[in-house]
């Protein structure tokens, strides 16, 4: 069946950090790619998505490609802030919207 | 507008009891689900609907039912509460494919529930 496969947590950095986190997928036909985040104590919001191969999606300077020939959609931001501190999840959907199992990211000042 | 609302926020049941968590959306969204998360475990679903008087199961349904007699609407029943039912739970709605915004779900703020 689909799945994903994300990066295991937590994840520890600095501000103004490069941060990556990675995310592979299994998945029959074409899925449609997502980020979504959760701060403390919230629901979980929609970062960003990608509904087809090599589509770049993109919000509150994070990125992440489709990427079809690797399976993946890894999740990049170039220089990261203490409010950027969550949990991180991706998922991708066919009939049912499938989750990785979340990666907590943690910047220190 | 409201988006997806679930009530109550916060829960303790103890063993055996039964209850209801309501989760309703104003979207005119198709697709409803309910998801726990547990630390560690990421999101699984628990049940599904693709539309009014229609469900099925998720990843983890034992324990739960659920019914969706409106497009607006989908319950959650515990119908004998157990420990191994503490957790937080989503509520969540998105658009069917078929109306051209695929894909993108909408979850409301989550039910904290321990079962003593």
């Known amino acids: 069946g689909d799945s994903v496969t994300q990066m295991e947590g937590p994840v520890t950095l600095s501000e103004e950090a490069f941060l990556t986190i990675n995310c592979t997928y299994t998945?029959?036909?074409?899925?449609?790619l997502f980020w979504y985040v959760q701060y403390p104590g919230e629901g979980l919001q929609l970062l960003l998505k990608?509904?087809?191969?090599?589509d770049k999606g993109s919000n509150k300077g994070f990125e992440a490609t489709y990427r079809k020939e690797t399976t993946s959609f890894h999740l990049e931001k170039g220089s990261v802030q203490v409010s950027d501190s969550a949990v991180y999840f991706c998922?991708?959907?066919?009939?049912?919207?499938?989750f990785g199992q979340g990666t907590r990211l943690t910047i220190n000042p | 507008n409201a988006g997806v609302t679930q009530t109550p926020k916060f829960q303790v049941l103890k063993t055996g009891q039964s209850m209801t968590l309501q989760c309703a959306q104003d979207?005119?969204?198709?697709?409803m689900s309910w998801y726990r998360q547990d630390p560690g475990m990421g999101l699984r679903l628990i049940h599904y609907?693709?539309?009014?008087?229609?469900?099925d199961q998720g990843e983890v349904p034992n324990g739960y039912n659920v019914s969706r007699s409106t497009t607006e609407d989908f319950p959650l029943r515990l119908l004998s509460a157990a420990p191994s039912q503490t957790s937080v739970y989503f509520c969540?709605?998105?658009?069917?494919?078929?109306?051209?915004?695929?894909?993108?779900?909408?979850f409301g703020p989550g039910t904290r529930l321990t079962v003593l």
């Open positions: 998922a991708l959907t066919a009939e049912k919207l499938v």
């Open positions: 990608a509904t087809k191969a090599d």
């Open positions: 969540a709605s998105r658009p069917s494919p078929s109306s051209g915004r695929r894909g993108t779900q909408y």
């Open positions: 609907s693709v539309g009014a008087g229609i469900t």
């Open positions: 979207m005119n969204h198709e697709y």
């Open positions: 998945a029959t036909g074409y899925p449609s």
